[in-house]
């Protein structure tokens, strides 16, 4: 299984660019990295996902590292709409402890 | 509009009742999700399903039970034999079983058990 590790919780400002790491050192090499987030009381919502390649939609940016060890979700102005627990997926349907993201005003 | 019903929101049961949690699903996806959420915790899975009449235990099945009769369709029953069932149940559907394709989920139900 492809283990997880992400901090436990981040701080950020609003406005400001945020980098949420993950590491997944045993991906299998066909398995795409996928990132959610979670709002409290509610369901996990997708946000972006990715093979190899950088990726880009309209909430976010995804970095993947040459060797897919590791990925970085990039949210690029903070807003207090982003505050939530992000989940990083190498495993498909597996989720860890995630990331709790604090954006202050 | 297309999407995941969970009902109810809430659920209020009696220790050592058996429980039914409904999930339906509208975008015509073929494989669907359980999973329970403790308070601070992640997602652990419980079962899935990736073609009706067929599923699969995910880490924590022991105590629930499902079902898959129709594809918009995936119960789960919470049984009596699982030792500590309050939590939010969410449950997710996905159009095919390959890494590819991103998850959608339900608003969740929060079970007490009193």
């Known amino acids: 299984d492809a283990k997880t590790t992400q901090p436990n919780s981040m701080e950020s400002n609003e406005e400001e660019p945020v980098h949420l790491p993950c590491n997944h050192s045993t991906i299998s090499g066909t398995d795409y990295i996928h990132w959610y987030r979670q709002l409290p009381s509610q369901g996990p919502e997708y946000v972006i996902h990715?093979?190899?390649s950088n990726v880009n939609n309209r909430m976010a940016s995804l970095a993947i590292a040459e060797d897919r060890k590791s990925s970085t979700l990039i949210l690029h102005r903070a807003t207090l709409r982003d505050a939530a627990v992000y989940y990083c997926i190498p495993l498909n349907m597996r989720f860890g402890a995630g990331t709790r993201l604090t954006v202050k005003p | 509009d297309g999407g995941i019903t969970q009902s109810p929101k809430y659920l209020f049961r009696k220790e050592g009742q058996n429980v039914t949690l409904s999930c339906e699903q509208n975008l015509n996806h073929d494989a669907m999700y359980w999973y329970r959420q403790d308070p601070g915790q992640g997602l652990r899975l419980i079962y899935y399903s990736q073609i009706v009449n067929d599923f699969q235990k995910g880490d924590i099945a022991e105590g629930y039970s499902v079902s898959r009769e129709k594809k918009e369709s995936f119960p789960l029953t919470v049984t009596s034999a699982q030792k500590n069932p309050t939590a939010f149940y969410l449950c997710?559907?996905?159009?095919?079983?390959?890494?590819?394709?991103?998850?959608?989920f339900g608003p969740g139900t929060r079970l007490t058990v009193l």
């Open positions: 990715g093979l190899t």
């Open positions: 997710a559907s996905k159009p095919g079983q390959g890494s590819y394709n991103e998850q959608f």
